[in-house]
C-alpha cells in the first residue's frame, strides 16, 4: 500500500516528531509542503495531510497543497498538533469532500505552542507531543491501514 503525507512542521517540529514515528513503519513519503508546491499523488492508495494549528485551522500551505494536488476519490487522513484543543479540520474537510475523497480518520494531540500571548508564559503545552502522544499517532496510522 503506497502512503504520502503532506505536512507543514516549523516552529517547533511538534507535528514533524509525529510523522517521523509513523514513517518507520512502513514505506510512506513524507512531503514537506513548504520545499514542495506541487506532487503527483495519483499513484498512492491514502494520502494524509498533516500540521500544526494556526488560527484555528490547518496551515495555509497545507491547504493549498491539498486544493491544487489531491487527487479525486481518494482515501485521506488527518493529523494535526495544537496548544488548546479545539476542532481545527473544517476547512480540511471541505477540501476533502470538493474532491470527492473519503476522510478515513483524524488524529490531533497537543504540540508545545509559543505564539502569541503563550510566548509571554513560557508557552503551554511543554513537553507534547510526548510519548503517549506518539504512540497515539502510531494506533491512530495503524488502525486506517488496517481498513
Same mark, same amino acid.
Given at each position: 500500500?503506497?502512503?504520502?503525507?503532506? /505536512?507543514?512542521?516549523?516552529?517547533?517540529?511538534?507535528?514533524?516528531?509525529?510523522?517521523?514515528?509513523?514513517?518507520?513503519? +512502513?514505506?510512506?513519503?513524507?512531503?514537506?509542503?513548504?520545499?514542495?508546491?506541487? $506532487? #503527483?499523488?495519483?499513484? /498512492?492508495?491514502?494520502? +494524509?495531510?498533516?500540521?500544526?494549528?494556526? %488560527?484555528?485551522?490547518?496551515?495555509?500551505?497545507?491547504?493549498? %497543497?491539498?486544493?491544487?494536488?489531491?487527487?479525486?476519490?481518494?482515501?485521506?487522513?488527518?493529523?494535526?498538533? /495544537?496548544?488548546?484543543?479545539?476542532? %481545527?479540520?473544517? =476547512?480540511?474537510?471541505?477540501?476533502?469532500?470538493?474532491?470527492?475523497?473519503?476522510?478515513?480518520?483524524? /488524529?490531533?494531540?497537543?504540540?508545545? #505552542?509559543?505564539?502569541?500571548?503563550?510566548?509571554?508564559?513560557? +508557552?503551554?503545552?511543554?513537553?507534547?507531543?510526548?510519548?503517549? #502522544?506518539?504512540?497515539?499517532?502510531? =494506533?491512530?496510522?495503524? $488502525?486506517?491501514?488496517?481498513?
Amino acid at each position: 500500500m503506497k502512503v504520502a503525507i503532506a /505536512y507543514y512542521s516549523q516552529h517547533h517540529g511538534n507535528t514533524k516528531k509525529l510523522l517521523d514515528a509513523i514513517k518507520e513503519l +512502513g514505506d510512506i513519503k513524507l512531503i514537506n509542503v513548504v520545499e514542495c508546491k506541487e $506532487s #503527483d499523488l495519483s499513484d /498512492y492508495d491514502i494520502i +494524509g495531510f498533516a500540521s500544526g494549528t494556526y %488560527f484555528g485551522k490547518f496551515s495555509e500551505k497545507v491547504m493549498e %497543497f491539498a486544493r491544487n494536488n489531491l487527487p479525486c476519490q481518494k482515501r485521506v487522513f488527518l493529523i494535526n498538533t /495544537y496548544g488548546l484543543k479545539g476542532a %481545527f479540520t473544517k =476547512e480540511m474537510k471541505q477540501i476533502i469532500t470538493n474532491k470527492s475523497c473519503q476522510l478515513i480518520g483524524t /488524529y490531533g494531540c497537543r504540540g508545545y #505552542d509559543t505564539f502569541g500571548p503563550f510566548k509571554l508564559v513560557g +508557552g503551554i503545552a511543554k513537553g507534547h507531543p510526548n510519548e503517549k #502522544d506518539i504512540n497515539g499517532a502510531i =494506533e491512530f496510522y495503524n $488502525s486506517i491501514i488496517k481498513r
